[in-house]
């Protein structure tokens, strides 16, 4: 099993920054690649970025393109999410999640662990 955590969640002004973090324990060497998704009140869980863990290959929503940077720490098994210029839009509960493919997915059913989630308000 694989246990995630996130942290760095709060409350932050338009325009303003927070950096997310996800650690993670456990059976994690057969993890291939690191997610963010968000869910907002009402709306679906949506994804945001992803790296894989041997090359640090990203990918990212077209909704936080050179905003949000995602990177990882392999010593430390943590992967952060730093945000930039948030918008209130971006207000969410953020949850971190593991894949066990180098293929890098992007909808929630892929993933197989998952985090219990940080809450990010951005008021305007």
């Known amino acids: 099993q694989v246990q995630l955590v996130e942290s760095g969640g709060g409350l932050v002004q338009a325009g303003g920054s927070l950096r997310l973090s996800c650690a993670a324990s456990?059976?994690?060497?057969?993890?291939?690649?690191m997610g963010w998704f968000r869910q907002a009140p009402g709306k679906e869980r949506e994804f945001v970025a992803a790296?894989?863990?041997?090359?640090?290959?990203?990918t990212y929503a077209d909704s936080v393109k050179g905003r949000f940077t995602i990177s990882k720490d392999n010593a430390k098994n943590t992967v952060y999410l730093q945000m930039n210029s948030l918008k209130p839009d971006d207000t969410a509960v953020y949850y971190c999640?593991?894949?066990?493919?180098?293929?890098?997915?992007?909808?929630?059913?892929?993933?197989?662990?998952w985090g219990q989630g940080t809450q990010v308000t951005v008021s305007s």
């Open positions: 999640a593991a894949h066990l493919s180098i293929l890098i997915p992007v909808t929630p059913q892929e993933y197989n662990y």
């Open positions: 790296i894989t863990l041997s090359l640090g290959r990203t």
């Open positions: 456990g059976r994690t060497f057969g993890i291939a690649v």
